[in-house]
């Protein structure tokens, strides 16, 4: 289908190799340096905390494993997929893994906290926003570079659309997550050009999505096992207060109604998947000779097993489109999708709201923000700001505005380079000029 092999640049520089147009995709990916910076940006716990802790950079990675499974299970499962009736109705292996490895290229450093005081700044400031799944789109449309290009890596749409999470554009009148204005233009020219019904996504960002909620309910898990925030007892999971934070968390949460909490009894879903998960840690526990970090594994492997093998495809009748989900007896599981939404929210509830995470958090606040102060003069700033970038800005300046110039350079740094420019311009030790940016 050549609609999902369009490139909205044309892409008149073709090489002279004989790669298929996703295997260019891959290598245009994997040889950015936003890509590289995953493994400098925070997961759950900061970037360079420890060697075994998840970045950016290895859930991502274990995204892509788990989506490009999946993608091969489900053509097999469901062999209409080939008929390649509607380029949104694909699930093409590498494609879905290249959105994989590409979703989380938009967030800046220091996680989530990040993305809160980037947006804060813009929004209360400029009317402006952040957005990590909008900011995406920038990296790779506009700010990254290639080879005859300095305009974004010029990905094919089927590539673009799988990574399209937020199919919307975030000026809308309250909108939380989509694509920023001018991406957002050639975005809705592909998804018209396509004939993709309003709102939906294509089967592969759908997978993409599922499996990057797959790895956070269980890999990130793992990692809170590992660092002591979730404690492997009884009483624990048995805690009321921890059991409350959960419930208030469920509640709270915008956009929880894909998961129809509506006349379910919420605490009582907390409840007995927190029993459940002691039970089957037990079991394990006592399997692996209680072997600690032999149980968690086995632990994560179980639950990954069990999410990817009740992947499916089910009628969205209301929008006569399809809708990958977890799938039992030809219906969506739905109690399997909350099971994973209560692990998701364990996950952030036992570590991010952390007192000592929560401490690191608030020193990256206070770093991020002053380095808005530095660079928010755009008379005074270029003085400090790399020459590149000073000099990409003079050309691009009419389509850029300072601000949104700004968010642009400081989102691209990872956790420690962040905090390498606070040094140099607030901190006792300055650095050596011979250091390379």
């Known amino acids: 289908m050549e609609l999902r092999t369009l490139r909205i640049m044309g892409d008149k520089d073709k090489s002279s190799d004989d790669r298929d147009e996703y295997e260019r995709d891959y290598s245009r990916l994997i040889g950015s340096p936003a890509f590289r910076r995953l493994q400098g940006k925070s997961q759950v716990f900061g970037a360079g905390t420890g060697d075994y802790y998840r970045t950016r950079l290895t859930h991502s990675l274990e995204v892509s494993q788990i989506s490009r499974e999946l993608a091969g299970r489900l053509n097999r499962k469901y062999p209409t997929l080939a008929a390649e009736t509607h380029p949104g109705l694909v699930l093409d292996k590498a494609v879905v893994e290249i959105a994989s490895l590409a979703h989380d290229l938009g967030h800046p450093p220091f996680g989530h906290k990040g993305e809160e005081v980037l947006n804060d700044i813009l929004e209360n400031r400029y009317g402006m926003k952040y957005e990590g799944n909008a900011q995406n789109y920038r990296i790779l449309m506009f700010l990254e570079k290639r080879a005859g290009s300095d305009r974004g890596l010029d990905l094919t749409a089927a590539t673009l659309l799988a990574i399209n999470k937020y199919p919307f554009s975030l000026e809308e009148e309250g909108r939380l997550k989509g694509v920023y204005g001018a991406e957002w233009a050639e975005i809705s020219k592909l998804r018209d050009l396509w004939g993709l019904p309003k709102g939906c996504l294509t089967l592969e960002a759908q997978l993409m999505d599922l499996c990057d909620d797959i790895a956070y309910s269980t890999h990130d898990i793992e990692d809170g096992i590992r660092a002591g925030k979730i404690q492997m007892h009884e009483a624990f999971f048995t805690n009321p207060r921890l059991i409350a934070n959960l419930v208030q968390e469920i509640r709270r949460e915008e956009g929880n109604g894909r998961f129809y909490w509506s006349g379910v009894d ?7 998947v927190l029993e459940q998960y002691w039970e089957q840690w037990s079991r394990i526990f006592a399997e692996c000779n209680n072997e600690t970090s032999r149980s968690r594994r086995e632990l994560k492997a179980q639950w990954v097993g069990l999410y990817a093998g009740s992947v499916g495809i089910v009628d969205d009748g209301a929008k006569g489109w399809k809708r990958i989900a977890f799938v039992r007896d030809g219906q969506e599981d739905l109690e399997l999708l909350r099971t994973m939404e209560v692990l998701k929210k364990l996950a952030w509830v036992t570590m991010i709201t952390d007192f ?5 958090q608030k020193r990256s606040e206070n770093i991020l923000e002053k380095l808005w102060e530095a660079f928010d003069d755009p008379l005074r700033a270029p003085l400090i700001l790399p020459p590149d970038w ?14 949104r110039f700004i968010a642009d350079y400081i989102a691209g740094m990872t956790d420690a380079y962040a905090e390498k420019v606070f040094q140099e311009l607030y901190g006792n030790r300055s650095g050596s000029i011979y250091e390379r940016d």
């Open 356 to 360: 000592r995470v929560q401490r690191i």
């Open 266 to 272: 919420v605490e009582g879903t907390v409840r007995r």
């Open 390 to 403: 000073n000099a990409r800005y003079e050309k691009n300046q009419d389509k850029w505005p300072w601000p």
